[in-house]
């Protein structure tokens, strides 16, 4: 069962004037803008509509009714830009609100007031939090938007109206709470026909002759009878830019040029913040309704835009313009604060800058994956699976030194794998082991190097590691784990390779 919010801002600029410059509290005052070579009121205070000072109104006349009268300038983006953030904000009630232009809020509210108890604390909870922020508004909520719409602002009885009864509701309410046309109002008050129920009942037939197919549909929409549409706001990324063509893009230099121009304006915004991208994303908005998208990343916060394109530049081709492109966002979802760049990532040469590695990294990432390079640092552990752990970027710093006085094979396995071995007991090397099939015969041996289990993180039985070495010359890193007992047979594993 859908349920739908209206929120209406009674004064919605009036109240932002006054959240910003509070003293104007109590005294009359307008915003005015020029209109056909006239400064017309566009919205008054409180206060001067007491005087009789309304919106339309010639400031003339209005600075002739009260001399004193406070005249401020009126944006006439201001409402749309105040609207869509308290859509946002908006949000934490709904995930579905969309602006209704020039002052209210719709809400999607199908099952989400049972969050607050009941549909009376929900709708309780969203007026009274923007009355305390310090907007004066009406709220309804009802099947319908138009009922809900109608209902915020038309009607004194109970905010909500129950499943099904929107007719009921507006019987009372004039033929405004509708939103028919100004032209169609007039000529129903002409006729007498003041409230809702004075015509509702009229055939179908009767109203479109009358009054226009628009009054019908308006109708539906209200008892439900038809849909209507519902756009919610989609909050904007916080590094997004977008880029339309006039004619479909077909082709990759098309392609590379709309990249090139959407990667300088997002740069020059992450320059101007002190941020980087460390992801980077690209949508193709095709005119047969597909999105084609490619996603790029970087090893360290990046603003440069030729660096960055380098990347894309290895993903054109998957782009797939079908008829053409007609809209192209590039958006960064995930940015970092870019710190002191050092001079060199280590002491080989002064070329080797931080930089150009990081750029060096990403270029082969983006050719060969992301799972093809790794850096490890080293960590505070006995334990070798636990010993090393996954930098991040280029920027991480170890906690710790790498351990240089054990002997460690170069190729250590993920998990150690299980060996079948013939050794000696109790702490002999293995004489021989098989792995994978084969039967390596051992020629050297060094060990056993014992490693206990890290008993604060885990339980487990102690691991004897030995260094051996098979008649072909490969070397292995194998353990035994546990000891050799009076009914224990412990079980061997290989671990890793030495160079």
Avoid at 31 to 36: C, P, T
Avoid at 466 to 486: C, M, N, P, S, T
Wanted: glycine share 6%; with cysteine; hydrophobic share 45%.
């Amino acid at each position: 069962m859908k349920r739908y919010v209206a929120i209406w801002f009674r004064h919605l600029l009036v109240d932002r004037v006054l959240l910003r410059q509070p003293e104007l509290a109590g005294k009359p005052f307008a915003l005015a803008a020029k209109e056909r070579g006239r400064m017309l009121v566009k919205a008054a205070s409180r206060d001067a509509q007491k005087l009789g000072i309304e919106a339309g109104m010639v400031l003339a006349d209005a600075r002739a009714v009260q001399p004193e009268l406070e005249v401020l300038d009126y944006d006439p983006l201001l409402a749309e830009k105040l609207l869509l953030a308290l859509a946002e904000w908006a949000i934490r009630y709904s995930p579905l609100v969309a602006v209704d232009l020039p002052d209210g809020l719709i809400l999607d509210a199908s099952g989400c007031a049972h969050l607050w108890g009941s549909e009376t604390a929900y709708l309780k909870d969203i007026a009274s939090r923007l009355k305390a922020s310090g907007y004066d508004v009406r709220t309804a909520m009802a099947d319908t938007i138009g009922a809900a719409w109608a209902v915020a602002r038309y009607s004194r009885a109970f905010p909500i109206i129950e499943p099904g009864e929107q007719l009921s509701a507006l019987l009372q309410l004039p033929p405004h709470a509708l939103r028919l046309d100004a032209a169609v109002v007039e000529k129903m008050q002409k006729l007498g026909l003041y409230q809702i129920k004075s015509f509702i009942y009229m055939p179908p037939s009767v109203l479109r002759r009358r009054f226009g197919q628009g009054t019908l549909d308006q109708i539906g929409k209200a008892l439900g009878n038809s849909q209507e549409a519902f756009e919610p706001v989609c909050p904007v990324e916080p590094y997004q830019e977008r880029l339309s063509s006039l004619e479909p893009i077909r082709t990759a230099t098309g392609i590379e040029i709309a990249i090139q121009k959407l990667l300088e304006m997002l740069c020059a915004r992450l320059v101007k913040d002190g941020k980087g991208a460390r992801q980077a994303v690209l949508r193709c908005y095709r005119i047969d309704g597909e999105i084609q998208q490619v996603a790029i990343g970087t090893s360290g916060p990046s603003c440069s835009a030729s660096h960055m394109f380098k990347l894309f530049e290895l993903k054109i081709s998957s782009i797939e313009p079908a008829l053409g492109i007609e809209l192209f966002v590039m958006e960064a979802p995930v940015v970092e604060h870019l710190g002191n760049a050092q001079e060199a990532l280590w002491d080989l040469s002064s070329a080797n800058k931080m930089t150009a590695i990081a750029e060096l990294l990403d270029r082969l990432t983006a050719r060969a994956g992301a799972d093809v390079i790794h850096r490890y640092l080293p960590a505070q552990h006995h334990w070798p699976e636990r010993a090393i752990t996954e930098a991040v970027s280029l920027t991480d710093q170890p906690q710790t030194d790498w351990r240089t006085d054990q002997h460690r094979p170069v190729q250590l396995l993920a998990e150690p794998e299980r060996i079948i071995v013939s050794a000696p007991v109790p702490d002999y090397p293995p004489m021989l082991f098989r792995y994978k099939g084969d039967i390596h015969r051992i020629k050297k041996a060094d060990g056993p190097s014992r490693i206990e289990q890290e008993w604060w993180i885990s339980d487990g039985l102690h691991r004897d590691y030995y260094a051996v070495e098979d008649e072909q010359g490969g070397r292995y890193w194998i353990f035994r784990l546990g000891h050799y007992g009076e009914e224990t047979n412990p079980e061997w594993f290989i671990h890793g390779f030495f160079a």
